[in-house]
Every structure is written in C-alpha cells, then in structure tokens.
C-alpha cells in the first residue's frame, strides 16, 4: 500500500510559469519565421498553444499515474523509441531539415524521434538498474551491456546526425549509471573514452570542426560559420541590462537563425535584457532542477529516485547546453531550451518528463525539516484531485 500526498507545489508552479513565458516569448521571436512560412505572423505561436494544451492535459494526468506501472513496460518502451529511430531512415516517412534527419510524419503532423527516446531511456535505465543490485558493479553484467546499449543508441542518433541529443542522452545515461552504484573505474573509463569519441567525431566532420573553431575564435568566420553566434551575442548585446523591450527584437528579423527554437534564448536576453534572463529564465528552470534534487533523494525507492534524478538531469543538461551555446560558452549544438523554445514535440515531451516527476514527488517521504512552505497548498491540491477521504485523511492506494 502506498500513501500519497500533494505534488512537489514548486515544481507545478516552476513547469506552468515556463511553459506560459515560453509561449510569450514564442509568439514575439516566430513573427517573421511565421510569415514567411505560411503567410501569417501568428500561426507558429497558435501551434505551439495547441501543444502546450494538449501537453498540459497529458501533464496533469500522468502526475496521477503511479510511476511504478511502468516497470512492465519498460522494456517495450525503449524498444519502441529504438524503433522510432531506425523509422527517419526509410523514404517518405523520415524526412530532412537542416541538413538532419531527425522526424517522422508528413506536414505538420511530424515527431522527432529522439523526444520519446530520452524518457523511455530513463524509465528503461532505472528499471534496469533497480534489478542489477548489488551486480551493479559487475564487468560483464552490467558494464558491457550498458556500454553496447548505449553506443548502439548513440550511433543511431549520431547518423541522424544530431551531436547535441546525443551528448544529453550520454549526459543522462551515464548520470543514472553513476548514481545507480556502478564502478568508479568504469565511469571514468565511460568519460575517457567518450570525449576521445567526440574529438573523432568533430575531426571527422569538417561543419562539426568549423563549430569547434569559430567557439574558440568567434570572429574568425563572422558570415560563414561563425554567423549564428555572431548573431546571438549581437542580440544579448543589445539587450544589455533591462532588454528593447517585449516584442521589439531586432535580430529576429531574418539576422538571428532559429529564432523562435533553438535560439529563443538570444531573442529573450535581447528584448527582457540580463535582469528578465535571470528572472524569468534561469531562476525557475533552477528551481525546477533543486526541487527534481529534492524529490530524487526522498523518492521512496531506487525505481522512483533514478527516475527523478534522470528527468532532472535532462532537462537541467539541455538547458546549460542551450543557454551555454547561446551564450558563447560552449559549441553551438541544435538542442531546444526546455518548456521555452518552439517545437511540438519537444515540449510535450518535457511535459511528460515533469508529470511523472510530480507523480514521484506524490510518493517521498516527508521530511519535516524541509516543510511545503504552502500550508494551504495540500487542502487545495487534494479536495480538486480527490487525494483525501471525506475525513480529511490521505486515501491509501494499492
């Protein structure tokens, strides 16, 4: 029997804040990609609002689903999401877009494969490590199997190509491996040989060394391959302190590359400035990544921890990764800023991500030194859910 009590209430308020200001942001940075695309300055922001809908709906159900059914499917799940990714490789259902092959579908009805793929990779990883115990640290039992699974995954998402998801997919896997008990030795080896794959890779690629290049030295190709984060450091320039402005970028008319997706982030900084970054980007995706922490470390089994720990890491990994490459940082890669940018699948994904987060944090244990600040939040919480008994008691479940 298991007893559950209200959500984690800053995680709900931290998810529903982002999504709403991503949909803002969206409708400001997609004016002139959607006009030029269908003829009207508004039909990409009234896209993502169908699936920030559908995707809030999924959320507030799957936040009551009881994350431990999906141990039997788990399995089918990740070979699932495989499947989904041999599936952009086959003409006239995969298709191609900046130089990726990276969905399925036709029109506007399309999936990027490797949404789906990261959620059912932690559900997999958790379910799988929960049953090695104490075999964990095994050489052949669980070190080798992990390591072909994962250069099996990789090597798929890599053909697409997309450096960018493979690195949060690794980032998660390897973060699960860890925290699941595995050898030391063996996630050193993990980390050794995996930046000896990535510098391959980039060699291997001359658009990849390019990148590499024009990171290390922005100006030394400002309208070749240094023209995407030349634009984007224009825009955070800008924006300076308080920002343009709502609505009064510059960049994204036809200067900045991927204004509305990748590169919402360029397109904040210059219309909110540094303080609206801080405030209304980084403060409550931070908040989002504490309290995954939170809920990670009092879920109240290795299945529910692992699972709130490789959901925290997605999306914190994604969003240093974006903001990061944004920002000149680090490399420019095509991963999307979770809840913000534009784009179906990812977002409604993310919002899976965080239902069954939530779900975990229903299940914690209680610690007293770290109280829910809302004191009126459970009574709301649960009279709307149906949670507690007429009596005001929690209602046990099998």
């Known amino acids: 029997m298991r007893r559950y009590h209200a959500p984690d209430p800053w995680l709900i308020l931290a998810t529903l804040f982002l999504v709403g200001f991503g949909l803002l942001m969206v409708s400001s940075a997609s004016v002139v990609e959607s006009y030029q695309a269908t003829g009207s300055n508004t039909y990409y922001f009234f896209r993502q609002l169908v699936f920030a809908l559908i995707g809030l709906v999924i959320w507030f159900f799957i936040q009551r689903f009881d994350y431990h059914r999906f141990r039997p499917v788990a399995t089918i799940g990740l070979g699932l999401s495989i499947a989904l990714l041999l599936l952009v490789f086959i003409p006239g259902l995969g298709f191609s877009a900046g130089g990726s ?6 029109g506007d009805l399309t ?4 949404e789906p793929l990261k959620i059912a990779l932690i559900i997999y990883l958790a379910y799988w490590f929960e049953r090695k115990g104490s075999r964990m640290r095994g050489l052949y039992s669980t070190f080798i199997p992990f390591v072909i699974l ?4 990789g090597a798929l998402v890599m053909a697409e190509p997309d450096m960018g998801t493979a690195i949060v997919v690794s980032g998660i896997a390897l973060a699960l491996y860890f925290a699941a008990g595995a050898n030391l030795s063996h996630v050193l080896t993990i980390i050794v040989g995996g930046v000896a794959l990535v510098w391959a890779l980039i060699k291997a690629a001359p658009y990849r060394l390019a990148r590499l290049l024009t990171f290390l030295n922005p100006e030394r190709d400002p309208l070749g391959a240094g023209y995407h984060i030349t634009q984007a450091l224009i825009a955070l320039g800008s ?13 994204k008319f036809d200067f900045l ?9 360029a397109v904040i900084g210059e219309e909110l400035g540094l303080i609206g970054v801080l405030l209304l980007v980084i403060l409550p995706l931070s908040i989002v990544v504490w309290r995954g922490l939170k809920v990670a470390k009092t879920a109240p089994d290795v299945f529910g921890r692992l699972i709130a720990l490789g959901i925290t890491v997605w999306i914190g990994l994604q969003a240093v990764i974006n903001i990061g490459a944004i920002s000149g940082l680090l490399p ?31 299940q914690t244990t209680q610690d007293k030194s770290d109280e829910d600040p ?12 149906g949670a507690i008994d007429r009596a005001g008691n929690p209602k046990k479940r099998a």
């Open 101 to 106: 092959r990276r969905w399925i579908g036709a």
């Open 111 to 114: 999936l990027q494969v490797t």
């Open 150 to 153: 994962m250069g099996a995954i």
């Open 239 to 251: 924006g300076g302190i308080l920002g343009l402005g709502f609505g009064h970028s510059r960049q």
């Open 257 to 265: 590359p991927e204004a509305s997706s990748d590169s919402i982030f």
């Open 332 to 362: 420019l890669t095509g991963v999307p800023l979770p809840f913000v940018s534009q784009g179906g699948t990812s977002l409604m994904f993310v919002m899976i991500a965080s239902g069954v987060l939530l779900n975990v944090s229903r």
């Open 374 to 385: 809302f004191s009126w939040w459970w009574n709301i919480w649960a009279r709307f859910t």
